[in-house]
């Protein structure tokens, strides 16, 4: 949703744009795609709660935005980097305080009731504002939403809200439920969570567990060029190595969210009939980050993360761990968040002498066996390059006499240690940018956060100067003087270095060439694929 | 018969505290893991406030001391009530109903299989001990079961699914085919065939070495010996004799081996991607589902000891020396 500029965005992603433009000729067939055909693709998880209104989550995206609608989706061009879906247009007041959508007219839920400005009220004020983890911070000061006519729909706050900020979240917290099936019922249980119900181009048709989810058709969708699809069936893989197999087999057709591991990528390009593709997922960057615990008073001293940043050969992180699909990180915000994007900030050249000096000016002389102190080091065990990174970072931190012990854990366990218990002197962590600072970046480094709150400042960091203009960019309406704020915030994070961004990287996915239209925006994975198409 | 009945009983009347302890070791295990359902769960879904965090711990009961969670759920367990799966937000049998009958059909195949042709073959080694074929069953039985099942399911994946699409890749049954009947059979057996056989093959490696050391061993006794002097055929021998009471470890071995597979098939069920009880007890632990976790072990004991019961018949008809001694008593 933050590209505006696509020409930049090439450049950025040259490493991989050879194996992109493999996937470039299935995009330029777009206009002519034929309707019709089963798409089965590979799917790891199987969220308990399938409802987007609820569960802002990729996993539960996956599935549910083909079904259930946002009022806005990314997209590569298009008036601030959206495309309307259930809301034709948006507008802010000046002073902050409401937000007026123009909704879709003529829009049926697939239970045939027809969709209207009540059920966006409803799942605004009943839905993501009190129950969304994203919507909770996005929707805090929401107040009331008025519904003059079928068609309008306007944002009441309490306090000023930027409507920057909304736009930007608008793909991942604004997904609309009907609201005749969730009024007066437990909504956390109501049984539409599992079996959807939504406006989107496709219908829930069955779920078995362990084995699939299938969706079919709307044949009543708004657009009535779309879906082409008949039907789109996710197939539960839980190994990565099956979904590989599966797609050389030409049992599935696509795999997405990396499903097929890093390692495969190379020989996996080479099977005729299979492309690998690196676009789509512009809008859903993943970021490597070292988190820091400043309560242990080595690392509360800046020399000191100043040096374990000098120590980080991130060309090594980006082209041994990652393979070359990932980008080397300079601050908070990533490359391919262009609209808040800094280049302008302090940088930690891979300098391992320099690291040395800066650990010897601190205070911490190396004693006779080259060791200066012993640190804790948790690598987050979510994905294999977090785990490949911790082995990674106890090397480069032994350089400049830094013992880490290394203390693996599995997620749940890793989850309660570094964000409840602060068992941690340094973790891996792999935070999402999810398209503004203020929706899940700003709370890396933020203080005052409670224990016990997941991916949020649990390293005890706090800065007054930081924290004031995190404070002040959340209600500042103009999206220039709010935009120069987070460039701010991002010099500031990468001078003080709360905590050390190392890399952020997008997903890959694999896919059989039959396939049309794949990563037509930069949440493909997670939108509707209502223009995807099967080759016949 | 009535030994049998009388072994019944007294199986049935002692597992009772067995399958207690059981699952106050099994909810104490999973209370000392770091980390509880809703950290999982957050994690799940990107993360989420402490109000929603404090939400979830009451809905799931986790704001209750370990003293009283444990004591409700036995308690539910004593009235046949395994409990609510907080990570599938699902009753607890529902779950085990539907995952139960792939394994069952998994691990009984594979068994059955590997007991057929483990003994089998083991016969075949231990006719003649020491011999060139004796030699080579051995050594190949060795290299089979010291291979790795999940590299042996890939790589059967690869040659028969990948390479030769002889066979599907995973999967317990073509997805929403619409099939019925024998169709339906034929395809699950199709995509039974690598899974099972990948099991089969590394069990059937340890049941012929079971067979061959057991008979290598009875070789040796007096009344071998004496079958010999009264001048019985070789065959006769092997299968009369040698054979038959070389079994008998190997139905223990049978017993034990059921309560392995249970287990054991998790890294099978995930590369083929069959929805079974091994993956579902993964899903359990990740998920710090403490009900779930103890109903699937409940049920694996449950299984063990019927498994084990009918050892026990089994063996009592193979050897009637057991269950004699215990007329007296």
Not at chain 1, 473 to 485: M, P, Q, S
Not at chain 2, 85 to 102: C, K, Q, T, Y
Request: aromatic fraction near 8%; proline fraction near 5%.
């Amino acid at each position: 949703m933050l590209i505006a500029n696509p020409t930049r965005r090439s450049f950025l992603q040259a490493g991989a744009a050879l194996l992109a433009s493999t996937a470039l000729p299935a995009i330029a067939l777009a206009e002519s795609a034929p309707a019709g055909g089963r798409l089965v693709v590979a799917a790891d998880s199987e969220p308990k709660n399938l409802n987007p209104a609820i569960v802002a989550s990729n996993g539960v995206f996956f599935v549910a935005s083909k079904v259930i609608e946002p009022l806005a989706e990314a997209a590569f061009a298009g008036e601030d980097g959206l495309s309307p879906r259930l809301a034709t247009s948006w507008e802010g007041s000046d002073d902050g305080l409401s937000v007026t959508f123009r909704l879709r007219e003529g829009v049926t839920w697939h239970d045939g009731k027809p969709f209207t400005s009540a059920d966006v009220a409803f799942s605004a004020l009943e839905v993501w504002k009190p129950l969304q983890n994203l919507g909770r911070i996005v929707f805090a000061h929401l107040e009331a939403v008025e519904t003059p006519d079928a068609a309008t729909a306007i944002f009441r706050f309490s306090r000023p809200t930027p409507l920057q900020l909304i736009r930007n979240a608008l793909p991942v917290v604004s997904s609309v439920i009907p609201k005749h099936l969730y009024e007066g019922t437990n909504i956390a249980t109501n049984p539409a969570n599992t079996q959807l119900v939504g406006t989107g181009p496709f219908r829930f048709a069955e779920y078995k567990p362990g084995e699939y989810y299938r969706l079919t058709r709307n044949e009543a969708y708004w657009d009535k060029e779309q879906p082409k699809l008949d039907e789109i069936i996710f197939r539960v893989l839980p190994d990565r190595a099956g979904a590989g197999a599966a797609l050389e087999a030409e049992e599935i057709q696509l795999a997405a969210f990396s499903a097929v591991p890093l390692a495969d990528l190379d020989r996996i390009s080479k099977v005729p009939g299979l492309a690998v593709v690196t676009r789509g997922y512009e809008a859903l960057t993943y970021q490597l980050v070292v988190e820091i615990n400043h309560r242990r008073k080595e690392l509360a001293d800046l020399k000191v993360r100043q040096a374990i940043a000098h120590a980080i050969d991130k060309t090594f992180v980006v082209d041994t761990i990652f393979l070359g699909y990932a980008e080397a990180a300079t601050g908070p915000v990533p490359k391919n968040a262009p609209q808040f994007y800094e280049a302008d900030v302090p940088a930690y050249a891979f300098d391992v002498a320099k690291a040395n000096a800066l650990l010897d000016e601190a205070g911490y002389a190396k004693d006779a066996n080259g060791r200066r102190f012993t640190l804790k080091l948790r690598p987050a065990p979510y994905f294999n390059e977090t785990r490949q990174f911790g082995d990674y970072l106890r090397q480069a931190l032994a350089a400049i006499g830094i013992d880490a012990e290394l203390v693996n854990a599995d997620s749940a366990a890793h989850q309660k240690a570094v964000y409840t218990d602060h068992d941690f002197d340094l973790a891996v962590a792999p935070p999402v940018f999810r398209g503004d600072p203020a929706i899940s970046t700003t709370i890396l480094v933020q203080s005052g956060i409670p224990a016990g709150v997941g991916f949020s400042n649990q390293g005890g960091y706090a800065n007054a100067e930081l924290d004031a203009v995190i404070a002040k960019a959340a209600e500042t309406i103009d999206t220039a003087a709010r935009t120069a704020l987070y460039r701010q915030f991002q010099k500031l994070v990468a001078a003080d270095l709360p905590l050390i961004n190392v890399a952020e990287w997008g997903f890959i996915t694999v896919a059989r060439d039959s396939v049309l239209n794949v990563a037509s925006n930069p949440r493909w994975a997670v939108s509707n694929w209502a223009d995807t198409a099967l080759k016949t | 018969m009535t030994r049998a009945l009388r072994l019944t009983t007294r199986r049935a009347l002692s597992s009772i505290p067995v399958l207690l302890i059981v699952v106050i070791l099994t909810f104490l295990l999973l209370e000392t893991a770091a980390g509880d359902a809703v950290d999982a769960y957050l994690l799940s879904i990107g993360g989420g406030d402490a109000a929603i965090a404090e939400t979830l711990r009451q809905a799931y009961g986790l704001d209750q001391s370990m003293a009283a969670r444990l004591w409700l759920y036995l308690s539910a367990l004593a009235r046949l009530d395994l409990g609510w799966s907080v990570a599938f937000d699902r009753p607890v049998l529902g779950l085990i109903i539907e995952r139960l009958p792939n394994t069952l059909l998994l691990m009984g195949s594979a068994t059955a299989l590997a007991f057929a042709f483990g003994s089998t073959l083991g016969i075949l080694a231990g006719a003649r001990p020491g011999s060139l074929r004796d030699r080579l069953l051995s050594t190949l039985s060795l290299v089979v079961y010291a291979i790795p099942g999940f590299w042996l399911g890939l790589v059967l994946a690869i040659v028969f699914a990948v390479q030769l699409r002889w066979l599907p890749t995973s999967g317990i049954e073509t997805i929403a085919s619409g099939r019925t009947g024998l169709s339906r059979a034929a395809d699950i057996a199709a995509h039974l065939v690598l899974p099972v056989g990948t099991l089969a093959l590394i069990y059937t490696a340890l049941f012929l070495r079971v067979m061959r050391a057991g008979m290598a061993g009875i070789w040796r006794l007096d009344f071998v010996l004496f079958a010999r002097a009264k001048g019985l055929s070789r065959v006769r021998i092997v299968l009369r004799h040698v054979a038959r009471n070389a079994l008998l470890p190997l139905i223990t071995m049978l017993g034990l081996q059921a309560a392995a597979m249970l287990g054991g098939s998790v890294v099978i069920e995930s590369i083929f991607a069959i929805p079974g009880f091994g993956r579902l007890a993964q899903e359990a632990v990740s998920g710090r589902d403490a009900a779930l976790l103890c109903g699937i072990i409940v049920v694996s004991a449950v299984l063990v000891i019927l498994v084990n019961l009918l050892v026990d018949i089994v063996y009592a008809a193979l050897d009637p020396r057991v269950g004699t001694a215990e007329r007296g008593a």
